[in-house]
């Protein structure tokens, strides 16, 4: 991993048509793509609209996956339905429950790959992490999953996937006859996991699409946030085409530093991200954009950084999350000391703009921001080393 890495975005991405058995996955398919699946697969026209209703509620509302359990369907429409489509999601391989209550999935999707979702319950509310790819072609010198070689872009079917199995493991989904929970245990889903988001974006927005349909799991769009490392041509295209709040991994306030961090600034640096931001549609008060901004000790944590954040800043309704960062094995990095992140949160507090210092979760399990890396990737790593000591 070094900060020269060429920044390519040559991935693989896979068809929708599951390549075994020849049945298509339901899941992740917009309303549209079911009701041309439906047709194709000889429903009359003048059926679709209320089948595709019917099924959407089953599997998005109900979480049933079964066809036969999908009662208001014909007995013929059903095996109809089996006979062409599956409802599948991505296979929960471990689960590992932080001391704090943080849950980490490892995921195994198509292929034998592996992603990382993170559950992070709070009093009152509780936020999904969802990754997007598996690896990333970025290459944040900070960033455990940045030094994972990106292996392919996740289709629609394992974004929504990873949020249909948190909430079978969190039991999230309603049952008939009673009442629903006053408190959402997935209140919120940030797309901060594994991977670039806008890097894959046509999938991530179906997927998101999906996920904030009203008939179905129901999140508000402003419960959705997506994070960038700063892919400013598709900025916009959040805005426009999600609708979902936007937060930008920022993490330095130079252009110098920021090559070294983030080297997709070497592409699009910090004016020509600023610029994107400022033009972001629907920018307001409410509305704001998050600046991440990782505390890395000796690096961009003094206050003139502060001071310079907060001039760039100027004008943008935004809010700054300042993020210790995470240690993992082999990481070139220290965290800030606490004085030194209070001392920043501070100035920034006190230019107007909240700066909550997030409070790492999920540390003993390596689910903090950051750490996350596919274990396959990590055992194939430790084999090698093995093999290389042993000769
Ligand atoms: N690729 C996207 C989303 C995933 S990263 C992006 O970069 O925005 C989610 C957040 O965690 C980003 O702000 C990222 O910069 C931050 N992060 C990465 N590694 C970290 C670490 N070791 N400690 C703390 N935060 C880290
Ligand atoms: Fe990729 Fe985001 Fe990590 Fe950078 S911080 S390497 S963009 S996942």
């Known amino acids: 991993m070094t900060a020269t890495a060429p920044i390519t975005q040559d991935v693989l991405t896979l068809p929708r ?12 398919l917009t309303r549209d793509q079911m009701r041309d699946a439906f047709l194709a697969a000889g429903t009359p026209e003048k059926q679709v609209k209320m089948r595709v209703g019917q099924v959407w509620q089953w599997v998005y509302y109900w979480g049933i996956r079964d066809f036969d359990q999908m009662s208001n369907l014909a007995k013929d429409y059903r095996a109809l339905l089996a006979q062409n489509f599956v ?19 490892l995921v195994r999707i198509a292929g034998g790959h592996e992603v990382e979702v993170v559950y992070i319950p709070e009093t009152d509310r509780g936020t999904l992490c969802i990754s997007s790819q598996v690896g990333c072609t970025l290459t944040c010198s900070f960033c455990h999953t940045g030094t994972q070689k990106l292996v392919r872009n996740l289709t629609a079917a394992e974004i929504v996937g990873q949020v249909m199995l948190a909430r079978d493991d969190l039991g999230e989904w309603p049952v008939k006859g009673q009442p629903k929970p006053e408190v959402r245990l997935i ?8 991977g670039e988001p806008l890097y894959n974006f046509d999938n991530v927005r179906d997927a998101m699409r999906v996920v904030m349909d009203d008939e179905g799991i129901a999140l508000g769009r402003r419960r959705i946030t997506l994070s960038t490392s700063g892919v400013v041509p598709e900025i ?31 592409k699009w640096n910090i004016a020509a991200l600023l610029e994107a931001l400022r033009d972001y549609p ?9 600046f991440e901004y990782v505390m890395l000790d000796g690096v961009n944590d003094t206050k003139e ?11 943008i309704p935004a809010k700054v999350n300042l993020i210790p960062f995470n240690e993992w094995p082999g990481a070139p990095y220290k965290r800030s000391s606490g004085n030194r992140i209070h001392a920043f949160a501070d100035i920034i507090h006190n230019a107007g703009y909240a700066s909550p210092i997030r409070t790492p979760r999920g540390e003993d399990i390596m689910a903090a921001c950051g750490q996350l890396k596919s274990a396959t990737e990590k055992q194939r790593k430790s084999a090698a080393k093995g093999q290389a000591n042993a000769v």
């Open 236 to 266: 916009a295209r959040t805005a426009t085409e999600i609708g979902c709040l936007l937060a930008v991994s920022f993490h330095a306030t130079t252009d110098e530093v920021r090559d070294r961090l983030v080297p997709i600034n070497k």
């Open 17 to 28: 048509k599951l390549p075994e058995g020849g049945l298509t996955n339901l899941v992740g």
């Open 187 to 194: 209140s919120n889903v940030v797309l901060m996991g594994m």
């Open 282 to 290: 629907g920018l307001s008060n409410s509305e704001r954009i998050t």
């Open 87 to 105: 409802v599948e999601l991505p296979q929960v391989v471990t689960r590992q429950v932080s001391g704090d209550g943080t849950r980490k999935y």
């Open 305 to 315: 950084d502060a001071h310079r954040l907060v001039e760039l800043l100027r004008g």
